[in-house]
């Protein structure tokens, strides 16, 4: 009986080491493997979004990157306990596998950036999955907030503001003018063919909103910004909207072949457009290719993400995030809009804040 007890106790320990070890492994294996903490969706390569999402990238790999390591297997010699090399029954050297691990010099992102068809297509996928943090304009949060009191799903309630990202630019891109045809002035987009983004942009629903409230009659065309240019050069379009933080960088770094073919169009000044955007200019420091200021508007940019399945080791994160980009926001090779961003509550924004947030303002 005795011996039958020693021998279930001594399963039972291997049981538990071989588990214990097992389970150290994947632990192992877990911490390896993992890869970025948050996922920001932000906007087309070149856009204002997509190079200052590529900016907290950059500034949280500083601080919260981690090393990678790969792992080598190669065959060693034993050594005897004289250090010289064992050796087999037939005079040979005994060798055996040994595994190391080595730092491979690269990092694993904090951030991870993924690039976007725009703001509204951010706001849905944040509001699904694949993105814990958004690049949201916040006509868009107000455009859903309106259709949330006419469905049962409301789209809108759980998301939070982050932090105010400053203002967008609305960029009205048209072929330069002769002076006896073309597109002079806002009042000429009547009747002409205008390209107002993709159904997935913010750009669509702020051409749209600006249409509506000034009662003009030009002709929507859905098109992306990157599809944009050329349809202006060959007539499909006869101008186009983009929003973004200036100088955008596609805008700002075309070819002087194009440059001298286009100019910007200005908006007039309105009452209602004044109660949704910011009034500013776009001048020849922000475009050299520009002759003289053109005045238009700005939308509010927001960061955001949404309540909806986070966890408290999300927040966390989230957290560890912001502060490190209160810290080095105003390093030097950011975007030049970070100058703009500012840890408090923007007045003009009716809106909920992340909780974790409004700690660091």
Known sequence: MKRTITIITTFVLIFLLSGNTLLAQNNTDSEDQQGPALVIVSGFKGGSNYQMAKDIQRMTRKVLGKPKYETTTEMVTVLDEDGKPKL??????????????????????????LPSEGSYYNFLRVNKSGADIAFIQYDVLLYESMKDLARTYKKAENIRILLPMGTEQIHIITLKSDGKKGIQTFADLKKKKVGIGSSLMGTNITAKYIKEVTKMKWQDVEIPFDKSFKALFNGTIDAFFYV??????????????MRNKIALISIPENKELDKAYEKVQITPEDYKWLDKPVATYAVKSVLVTSLLGQTPEKENAIKKMLEVIKAHKDDSGNHPNWKSVTFAKDDKIDWQYYPAALKLY
């Open 88 to 113: 087999d029954d037939l005079g040979d050297p005994v060798e055996e596998e040994k595994t190391k691990t080595v730092a491979t010099g690269d990092t694993v992102d904090f951030v991870q950036v």
């Open 244 to 257: 973004g933080a200036k100088p955008v960088k596609d805008l700002a770094n075309i070819s002087p072949a």
